[in-house]
């Protein structure tokens, strides 16, 4: 019973210890720029450059009607893969993750900011119509959307809606293409395969440029995705 008892607290303390770097991660990042509303956190010197990919994350950001929700967010680059494997978890592959549940603030693997780059986890940057301000824009959107609708309910917002609407904002595309490739079965087009979002986006698009739907009733209380997907579907063109 000791031995359990003394596992137990052991648990209790590491998971509390956990829990108070995700909220205040600070001290580990030496360097910061704030700017646009933004604060960007860095194990390295940050460049001057950065100001202007911060323009361009406000530029994106304040096309949504939620822009107010987007400020205040503290963006942290992590410059080693253990420290972004420290915040990201089982997600550690991925570019950047919104700790939304504690803190609220947004974590992003290492970073080319004289180029305006993210590096992948292959070590070279990702393709360039991804910079980092689309990634910094993307995952400050899933901290507007909790914010827009609270904690209980953006646990339950399908993916489709939370990742689609926030690369509606940080991503521009070619909607024509986009639903032509959906028809056509296209890799791309499909998330489970290709780890992209442009169906999501293509649907959310669909539902308030073509449906003239609400941001806000887009975010709480969505359509059924099927009933959606039909209809994208059935359009002879965009």
């Not at 940050?46 to 939620?66: F, G, H, Q, Y």
């Not at 900011?113 to 393709?127: F, K, T």
């Not at 099927?226 to 994208?232: G, T």
Request: net charge positive; charged share 25%.
């Amino acid at each position: 019973m000791k031995i359990t008892r003394r596992l137990l607290l052991g648990l209790f303390a590491a998971s509390l210890a956990y829990l108070s770097v995700l909220a205040y991660p600070h001290p580990l990042f030496a360097h910061e720029l704030t700017a646009d509303g933004i604060t960007v956190h860095s194990t390295r010197p940050i460049p001057p450059a950065m100001k202007t990919t911060l323009d361009r994350v406000r530029a994106r950001l304040d096309r949504s009607p939620a822009a107010a929700m987007t400020r205040g967010v503290h963006v942290f680059i992590c410059d080693s893969p253990w420290l972004f494997g420290l915040f990201a978890r089982q997600n550690y592959r991925v570019g950047g993750v919104a700790v939304w549940l504690v803190g609220q603030h947004v974590f992003l693997r290492e970073s080319d900011m004289e180029n305006d780059r993210l590096i992948g986890p292959s070590g070279r940057p990702v393709a360039a119509d991804r910079p980092l301000s689309y990634f910094i824009a993307h995952e400050v959107m899933h901290i507007a959307n909790v914010r827009t609708v609270g904690r209980w309910r953006y646990s339950r917002m399908p993916q489709w809606v939370d990742d689609g609407y926030a690369d509606y904002v940080a991503h521009d595309i070619d909607m024509g293409d986009a639903l032509k490739k959906m028809k056509e079965g296209a890799r791309e087009l499909d998330p489970q395969r290709s780890g992209l979002y442009l169906r999501y986006q293509l649907l959310v698009a669909y539902l308030i440029d073509k449906r003239r739907l609400a941001v806000d009733d887009l975010l709480a209380a969505p359509p059924p995705r099927e009933e959606i997907e039909a209809q994208v579907a059935a359009l002879p063109h965009w």
